[in-house]
């Protein structure tokens, strides 16, 4: 039997947070439309964050309402904090995240507080999902490389990866959020992690800025895990993260798993026109 890989589609909430110019919400509505219909069975739609702080996920409400739901796909979403949550569970999200980070830098310009702060957030999030019946997916950024303090410590990824674990989150992904870690420093984080956090219960996130996508899946693969996270159209980058654009382009993946011998269960030629009209968005198309 063909082993099976997992894609996380995180285009039109990771890929399009960042783009300075507002993007209609009828287009981001039909790129999930599109994207549901390529055999994907993970997507993360949007954020329920402040406006404020992402103005382009400002219409999160509208996009949810709006997206037609294919059976067998489940639609993700970004909450900061339990008020975000309230809204995602009113809006009909199959699952949540949360974020933290392995660097507190990073955690005070990302989500201003402190790593500790940060699981005092988590807490109510995951007490109401749990009521709810959601699962909550935790997300843990810099996981190799921080833009403020330089290389991260393994230990310091398995510390917070082993806290989200026992505080009930189903699955961790794991972020290599500057597109700078190579294949050494991934195998390296992942060793320390594995020890706290099973493979099932883990997923690759790899910016591919410095062009090590592919290489860190391969690690990461060699190490059990089986789910990454990917961006239709290569889309994306942290606010956050001073040049971080570029997540692993979802077309690349599904390729190179094909290499590999696994199964995806995505049309190429689907997942293709999908990534052909993000990229439309991203750069500005009005016949659109």
């Not at 009909?92 to 949360?98: P, R, T």
């Not at 995951?126 to 330089?150: H, K, M, N, Q, W």
């Amino acid at each position: 039997m063909t082993e099976r890989l997992t894609i996380f589609e995180v285009g039109p909430r990771d890929g399009l947070q960042n783009e300075a110019r507002q993007i209609r919400t009828a287009d981001k509505i039909a790129l999930v439309n599109m994207l549901s219909d390529t055999g994907l069975t993970k997507i993360e739609v949007t954020s329920f964050v402040s406006p404020r702080w992402v103005p382009q996920l400002g219409d999160a409400t509208e996009v949810m309402a709006g997206i037609t739901r294919a059976p067998g796909v489940r639609y993700s979403v970004l909450t900061p904090n339990l008020r975000g949550y309230q809204a995602a569970h009113s809006a009909g999200a199959d699952m949540v995240a949360i974020f933290g980070a392995a660097s507190e830098s990073f955690s005070q310009k990302n989500i201003n507080c402190s790593i500790a702060e940060s699981f005092e957030r988590f807490a109510p999030v995951l007490e109401a999902a749990r009521a709810d019946d959601v699962p909550v997916r935790g997300y843990i950024s810099c996981v190799t490389d921080c833009p403020f303090e330089g290389a991260v410590a393994p230990d310091a990824v398995a510390d917070v990866a082993a806290r989200m674990w026992a505080a009930g989150v189903a699955q961790i992904s794991l972020g290599e959020t500057l597109g700078r870690g190579r294949a050494e420093a991934v195998d390296a984080m992942l060793a320390a992690v594995l020890a706290e956090v099973p493979a099932a219960g883990l997923a690759g996130h790899f910016h591919d800025t410095g062009g090590y996508g592919l290489a860190n899946v391969a690690v990461a693969v060699a190490r059990g895990l089986r789910v990454f996270d990917a961006a239709v159209g290569g889309l994306g980058g942290c606010p956050y993260a001073p040049g971080a654009a570029g997540n692993l382009a979802t077309e690349a993946l599904v390729e190179w798993a094909a290499e590999q011998g696994f199964k995806t269960g995505i049309d190429p030629v689907a997942l293709r026109a999908a990534g052909a009209f993000a990229r439309r968005l991203k750069e500005g198309d009005d016949d659109l």
